[in-house]
């Protein structure tokens, strides 16, 4: 039965959507199944695995709007072992679409009820808002993996979504888990880096992971050329960073398991 982790950060341009690729192509270039599902009506995750958004036969809209069921919406990457339910600007209207629908906080959930045993991870990536969208993702996944960039408002920024995710647990998913804090864009010659990444682990604690990811201009590339970093330059320090960002996920799931037992 797959894991289900939300990438979630009410913030753009924290390095969400290039955590969920990259993190989705590194678990699956260690032979796990995974499926990648791009909730975010940019669909940059889509483009970034190679994807064109042109003439998509079956989206996430559709998947949520209840016009396809999400087993004929996924399609397989060109990076092996990884497989993604694409979005494109139709998603937009769903925000609005889904305020009169019944049961429209578990709709993504109830779809990937149907094709978790097919997979070990599912990375949902979500919009930069706490919208209909978002809870969908939360409610869907079983914890929430974070991406901060190390800035002044860090901080602030992400108690927002931990607020939401409280609510969450209250309402509609008590058992939604905080996967881990991810430091990125890490630039450790800066005071404001060591000194944001500093409070954030002494709030946080053990939520922050061990892995930062660096600054990277091959990350930065690798969208452009529909690639996950791994396949782009699989030497460069974001290629490393989020293979140990993998091993540290899988670390944790482990753990989790094992506690449960």
Known sequence: MAKAIAVANQKGGVGKTTTAINLAASLAA???KT???????????????????????????????????????????????????????????????????ENRQTRLRDQLAT?????????IDCPP????LTLNALVAADSVLIPIQCEFFALEGVSQLIDTIDR???????TLAIEGILLTMFDDRTNLTRQVAADLKDFFQDQVFDTVIPRSVRLAEAPSHGKPVLA????????????KLAKEVLARSNRTQQAGQ
Do not use: C, W
């Open 30 to 32: 260690s032979e796990l």
């Open 35 to 101: 499926l990648l599902i791009d909730i975010d009506p940019q669909g940059n995750t889509t483009t970034g695995v190679g994807i064109p958004k042109q003439d998509l036969p079956a989206t996430s809209y559709d998947v949520l709007i209840g016009t396809k069921e999400i087993s004929q919406a996924i399609q397989p990457t060109e990076f092996q072992g990884l497989h993604i339910l694409a979005a494109d600007k139709n998603l937009v209207a769903a925000n609005v679409e889904l305020i009169d629908v």
């Open 115 to 123: 094709i978790r045993d097919r997979y070990d991870f599912i990375i």
């Open 129 to 132: 808002a706490l919208d209909h």
């Open 168 to 174: 969450i647990r209250e309402s509609l998913h008590p």
């Open 232 to 243: 782009y330059d699989m030497r460069s320090k974001g290629a490393e960073s989020y293979i």
